[in-house]
């Protein structure tokens, strides 16, 4: 069983439609979570960062973690066609000398006009 | 300049030829990581330097050797590579007690 799961898609939504993207996890000592936005041939743009259970929101991106069910949650409001990449969610178990991220396969997103 | 640069952006390399990747950060951090990035795979963690020091080394094969000559430069120097090593390979550098990294754009590297 992998670590962190996360359905590849692709998803594929209209413009102006509400984005959820999900990732499962199985390592309770995960604590810190992140979202990474990724276009093609480009190296991951961290998009939202949170530490522990609750939400956090940045303009049109709200991210949610479930500790408890080990869940977590990107939600895009509002999306546009420059939305249309690849989401990789990331968790790290410490921050200690150094950050050793687990990440997700990725969910293809295409936001179409 | 930009958070984390890589180059070359593309690299085609015969299995005997011997490269080097380059990665440079900007942002002051003081640690640095290696990533392997395939196909349908998640990001492969390969080594982390903190404070130029080599604090993990995933498994990786000897015909990959990484160097961290300071916090802010990482060299993966590359021999005898196979074809199933071609892949995108990602910089990361982050600070000290933090768990966020930063990447580079990447070299696309393919072995021929």
């Known amino acids: 069983q992998k670590e962190v799961e996360q359905d590849p898609g692709p998803l594929s939504v209209p413009e102006g439609a509400i984005v959820s993207l999900n990732c499962t996890y199985s390592?309770?000592?995960?604590?810190?979570f992140m979202w990474y936005r990724q276009y093609s041939r480009k190296g991951p743009e961290l998009l939202m960062y949170?530490?522990?259970?609750g939400n956090k929101e940045d303009g049109r991106f709200t991210a949610q973690v479930d500790k408890s069910s080990k869940y977590i949650s990107l939600f895009i409001r509002d999306s546009q066609p420059s939305d249309s990449a690849t989401y990789l969610c990331?968790?790290?178990?410490?921050?200690?000398?150094?950050?050793?991220?687990?990440f997700g396969t990725g969910t293809r997103l295409q936001v179409t006009l | 300049e930009t958070g984390v640069t890589q180059t070359p952006r593309h690299l085609v390399m015969g299995m005997t030829n011997k490269k080097s990747l380059k990665c440079e950060q900007h942002?002051?951090?003081?640690?640095m990581y290696w990533y392997k990035q395939s196909a349908k795979k998640p990001l492969e963690l390969m080594f982390v330097?903190?404070?130029?020091?080599?604090?993990e080394n995933n498994s990786v094969p000897s015909r990959f050797s990484p160097e961290c000559p300071n916090s802010s430069h990482l060299f993966l120097h590359l021999h005898t590579l196979q074809p199933e090593d071609s892949a995108l390979y990602l910089c990361?550098?982050?600070?000290?007690?933090?768990?966020?990294?930063?990447f580079g754009q990447g070299t696309r590297l393919t072995v021929v």
């Open positions: 990361a550098s982050s600070q000290d007690g933090r768990a966020q990294a930063f």
């Open positions: 330097y903190s404070l130029e020091e080599r604090v």
């Open positions: 942002l002051g951090h003081n640690a």
């Open positions: 990331a968790m790290s178990k410490n921050t200690g000398t150094a950050s050793k991220l687990t």
């Open positions: 390592n309770s000592a995960f604590q810190y």
């Open positions: 949170t530490y522990s259970s």
